[in-house]
């Protein structure tokens, strides 16, 4: 059997957009990724610490475009996690604060997490987990993951709270 190595992660994603300042203004001004390098007016790179990138944006076959219709194949969401409860709050004050809508909010009993949709429709899942020690478990040792409402309320009074 071929095991994935467990050091093997997900590098980044790379994301076709309408109006590239608009996705810019997203994922830095509001999510705060780091622009990194832009192409012109047609392609970015964004990060979070200084990596080359976590995030590409580009307009080479979208400039313009719309997003694709309900009922296709395509990206359901990318998830941002956030190193801890106390940065997904500040995080999702930083999203309120910029009159984006949120469409949910679940606890997992592994995580806690936000979701939305970027300005081309894109998902985007923000969340952090909990230490693996406290994900719930079945009777025999099998992971139990769930879906409860999420408090996200109590995490924005969190951030508020804090600044």
């Not at 190193?83 to 592994?110: C, K, T, Y």
Request: with cysteine; glycine share 10%; aromatic share 8%.
């Amino acid at each position: 059997m071929n095991a994935t190595n467990p050091s093997v992660r997900i590098g980044h994603v790379h994301l076709k957009v309408a109006d590239l300042e608009q996705a810019i203004r997203f994922y830095s001004g509001v999510l705060g990724f780091e622009v990194m390098q832009k192409f012109g007016n047609q392609a970015a790179f964004l990060s979070a610490g200084g990596y080359h990138h976590h995030i590409g944006l580009n307009t080479w076959d979208s400039l313009n475009g719309t997003p694709p219709p309900q009922g296709h194949t395509g990206l359901y969401h990318t998830a941002f996690l956030y190193p801890s409860r106390e940065s997904l709050a500040v995080a999702l004050l930083r999203v309120q604060n910029a009159g984006i809508p949120f469409d949910g909010a679940s606890d997992h009993g592994v995580s806690e997490a936000v979701y939305l949709h970027d300005p081309d429709g894109n998902g985007v899942e923000l969340y952090c987990d909990r230490p693996k020690d406290e994900w719930p478990r079945d009777a025999d040792g099998n992971l139990a993951m769930n879906t409860a409402p999420l408090d996200v309320a109590a995490l924005i009074a969190m951030a508020r709270d804090a600044s």
